[in-house]
Every structure is written in C-alpha cells, then in structure tokens.
C-alpha cells in the first residue's frame, strides 16, 4: 500500500497505540493535519492555545499513563516554543515523542521561512533526535523514535520531518521489524548483589530512598515489601511521591530541602541507605560531602551513569528495578530494627503542622479531603509546589504531576489537560500560585474548548513566593521584583474564557466552591493567602542537616 509521509505517520502513530496527540498547526506541517482530519476516528488531537501547553499536555498525559505522550508542530516558533517541555521531559525522565515539521530539503541552510535547526537547538536537552530528509527513512525512524523513548530510563525524542518527505510516497510496510540500537541493549550489572546483600544484614538503621525510577517500572508494592521485610523506614523523592502510599505506616515522606523532619532525620542519622531509582540531585542532597558521609550507600538505577555521578555510591546495581527487586526481597533475610524504628515512629508522630485559619497547609488538605485516591494532581513550581509534595494525601502512583529537574513554572495547566485526558475527563486538580499560573494560563481555553472538569486552587500571596522566602531568610529582605503589583481578578478571568472562577478566604468558602464543581467545564479557586507564608523545614541550599530551618528564626 503506497501512502504519503503524513499518512505513513498517521498508520505509525496507530500502530504505536496512539489515540491522542497534543499539537497546534502551521505551514511545514500542513500535511500530516490534512492527514489527521481523514483520520480524525483513530486519532484524537487535542488542539492547544501554545505549543509549550501542547508539549506539557502531552508530558503530563505520559506521566498519568505510564504511555508515550505525542506533539505535534510546525518550523520555526511552532519547535522552538516546545523547548521547555521539551527540557522539563527529559529532566524527569517522561517519554514523549515531538514531531515538528520543517522546510523542505531543497531550501535547507538558505534562511528560508519559518526554518530553525530544532535538531540542533535541542541536542542538549534530548535523549535522541532526527532530522527525516528522505521518505525512504521516515517508517523506521517512527519506529525507533517510539522504542527509544520508552525503553531504558525513558526520555523524550524528536522527529524533523522536512516538507517534502511529509508530501512524497512510498509503499508502507506494516510488519517492518527495527533492531534495538546497540546504546539501549539492556544494561544488566549486579556484580554488588552479594555485596548489598551482606550491607543489609549488617545494618542496624536501614533506610529506603524512593524516587521516580520506582514510579517508571512501577514496583512500588516491592519497595513496600522490600522495607516490611527490613522493618526499614522509607521516604520519597519529589519524583517518587506516590510510589509508597502515604497511609503506610513506615513511609516518612519527602526527602531534600523541603522534606519532612522525620525523613530528614532518618536518611541523616541512618548506617545504610538503600536508593531506588533516584538520582540526589542537589535539592535532595545539599552539601553532598556531608551528605549520608557516615553511612553505606546502595543505589539500584536503570542508568548507569548516574550511579556514582552525585553522591558515592559504596554498592552498584545497575539495572531495571523489576528485575533487581525480586533478588533483594529473594535473598536477603528478614530483620527487625525495633529500636530505629521506634524512634522514627516517634519522630513521624510530632511531625504535624500546625494547620491554622486559612493556612496554605489547611487549603491543602481540605482540597485533598473532597477527591478520591484515583485524582490526579499537577503542580506548578515554587511554594505551593513543596506544601502539595508535603500535605496532600498521595496513595496511587501516577497521580502527582509536577516538574522536578527543570522547574518549570507554567506546567501545571497543561500537564493536568493531559492527565485529564487519561483520565477519560475525570476531574483532575491543578494546585498553582499566580505567578506560575500567569505563565500559561491561556491554556484555560483549551480546557474549556474540550469540557475539562479540572479544578484550578490558586494559592494567592500575590508575589513570587518561594523567591521571596528566600529574599526574607537569606537577602536581607531586598524584595527585588517579586511583590506582584497585578491586579488580576482570577475567577471573573475564568468565567471570561468560559469556565468558571470564585473566590475563597476561609475555609468554609472553600469547601463551598469545592461542593460545587463542574463535570464538564474547569472551575477556578482563587485562594487569598498571607504574603509571608514560608515553606518548612527548610535546609538552605548547599548546607546540611545541621543548618536546617525548621520555622522562621528557628533552627
């Protein structure tokens, strides 16, 4: 069967299980649109007001769905718009597959209209890109794009696929086979089991670190009897939130700068930390000379790089989680750590903050008191970001959305469109400030183009929050540029776009406009909160345990 380049794509996109793609049209790729409208009953495109919304959108739908996401857009400002989705994907590990189209091969390197070397421009921030010249490449470039970014530790990849490739023919060849590129063969080394194994019988205070790895082989229930079977405490990485349910009883919660104390107590006073599929970046580490200096370090991760490469790592395994697991929970023996475990406990059970009035901590937990443990929820980046990761009631993987390695603000509305879609347009939360909300908010007509029942918390303090935090701890109060002088009316903004907004300045408003939502369009809660609320315990960048700031003027 002889078909076009854009239609070779539709047939691929099919072929990969693809039903919903995110994307915004223009001139270079005119083609594959014609292309999706003849076969608008096999794919549904999901039009956004942006590209960064679409590349979001589709992030968050492959975070939700453990699927590969899919953006499609044009040349020029339509793939250079992608970039910061593009970025915030491959920090976190998400596999999604750009497409953009570009100007035909004849014009290449004249300045043509519209043209960008996107190749090029996102080489850094890539697990692998293409540049499609010729149709006879097209299939099994698809093919291998789609088996990349899902296989190993998954990653975003882009496909260029010039004009006059979208517009040639060739005949299609449904059984096409592609060979695994020798770079993503797995990777298998557990030389240290023995080693790991004979650490872990020696230890006295285990602890389990659990991170993002764990929410992409989706071995959480292992890590929970991994650390029943040690009576080890385990804690999350922003990353790893949701790998353990929160109602586990030996699951002390985030770890890093804004961790909970109890979890930042373990992981410092602990001779044994067993790492799953995390990769200590600075926010979760500090000074890392200080870092975990008197303790044996095992750390499990599907890359090898990445062992060793910020913390030291005393044990190696390098390997997929699904696989490794079932060695440790095979050969190591049960033990129990009554006396360590009995102080975390204790620990765990004076860690509650205070919630009070109209606290962004009683906000938090009074959204999570009205959905069920099915509900996803996106964040954006800053304070409110760390009182969700702190407070909300997480028991699912794949249900907390957010943008850890890149911190981008203005992913959260177009992640949660993207999850929402999962979700069979289930209600979806996106907990935001206003200064990240500001970024994309335009997004809110995609939401209600589409009859997107998520529900949008805004906690308002009305300046950039978490730079401000730091302004008041660490810069003498110089609030340079971060008290927002806007004077935007959030909910009426809402209502605007054809959705619909209310506000909330106590609890029993919030509860009211919570009662009160939508199935079929988003609804907007604008939450006024107090312009110095800080985010605590909170170790200052760079320092460790010791230095750590449990309220203000408090260490």
Not at 254 to 273: F, K, T
Not at 420 to 449: D, H, W
């Amino acid at each position: 069967m002889k078909l076009s380049g854009a239609e070779i794509l539709i047939e691929e996109l099919v072929a990969q299980g693809v039903d919903t793609v995110f994307g915004y049209p223009g001139g270079f790729v005119i083609n594959i649109y014609d292309a999706l409208y003849k076969n608008s009953h096999r794919i549904n495109h999901i039009l956004t007001a942006h590209e960064q919304g679409a590349a979001h959108a589709a992030d968050g739908y492959a975070r939700a769905s453990g699927r590969t996401g899919v953006v499609i857009a044009t040349s020029g400002p339509g793939a250079t718009n992608l970039v910061t989705g593009i970025a915030a994907a491959y920090l976190d590990s998400v596999p999604v597959v750009f497409i953009t189209g570009n100007v035909p091969l004849h014009m290449m390197g004249k300045d043509s209209f519209q043209e960008i070397d996107i190749a090029s421009v996102t080489q850094p921030l890539i697990k692998h890109n293409y540049i499609v010249k010729d149709i006879k490449d097209l299939q099994y470039t698809l093919r291998e794009a789609f088996l990349i970014a899902a296989s190993g530790r998954k990653g975003p990849v882009l496909v260029d696929i010039l004009k006059n490739v979208q517009i040639d023919s060739l005949e299609y060849d449904k059984d096409l086979r592609v060979a695994i590129p020798g770079a993503l063969k797995k990777t298998k080394n557990i030389d240290g089991l023995d080693a790991a194994i004979a650490a872990i019988a020696k230890s006295e205070r285990p602890f389990i670190y659990s991170g993002g790895g764990v929410n992409a082989s989706g071995c959480g229930a292992q890590v929970v009897e991994l650390s029943r079977k040690l009576s080890a405490p385990v804690a999350v990485s922003l990353m790893g939130i949701g790998t353990i349910p929160d109602s586990y009883d030996l699951n002390l919660g985030l770890c890093g700068m804004h961790g909970r104390y109890a979890s930042i107590v373990a992981q410092s006073e602990a001779d044994l930390i067993i790492a799953l599929g995390v990769r200590f970046s600075d926010r979760a580490t500090g000074n890392t000379k200080e870092y975990a200096k008197n303790c044996t370090i095992i750390h499990v991760d599907i890359d090898a790089a990445e062992i060793g490469k910020n913390v030291r790592a005393d044990i190696g395994l390098c390997g997929d989680l699904k696989e490794i697991l079932p060695l440790l929970l095979e050969k190591t023996a049960a033990k129990h750590s009554g006396a360590w475990q009995e102080k975390l406990q204790g620990l765990k059970s004076g860690d509650k903050t205070p919630v009070e009035n109209f606290s962004p901590q009683a906000i938090i937990k009074c959204v999570s008191s009205h959905f069920d443990n099915d509900t996803v929820v996106a964040t954006d980046v800053g304070q409110h970001q760390m009182w969700t990761a702190q407070h909300y009631r997480f028991e699912k993987p794949r249900r907390f959305l957010t943008s850890g390695g890149l911190g981008a603000m203005g992913f959260g509305l177009g992640a949660a469109i993207g999850a929402c879609m999962v979700q069979g347009r289930k209600k979806t939360v996106l907990i935001t400030g206003e200064g990240s909300f500001g970024m994309n908010l335009n997004e809110l007509a995609t939401a209600v183009t589409h009859k997107l029942p998520i529900v949008i918390v805004i906690l308002n303090n009305r300046t950039l929050g978490m730079v401000r935090q730091w302004q008041t701890l660490f810069l003498d109060k110089h609030y340079s540029q971060t008290t927002l002088e806007r004077e935007t009316d959030f909910p009426a903004l809402a209502r605007a776009f054809g959705g619909r907004g209310f506000s909330a300045a106590n609890i029993d408003e919030l509860n009211a406009a919570l009662n009160n939502l939508s199935d079929d369009t988003p609804t907007l809660i604008d939450c006024a909160i107090g312009i110095d609320e800080m985010v605590f315990p909170m170790i200052p960048a760079g320092t460790s345990f010791d230095n750590i700031i449990l309220k203000h003027g408090e260490r």
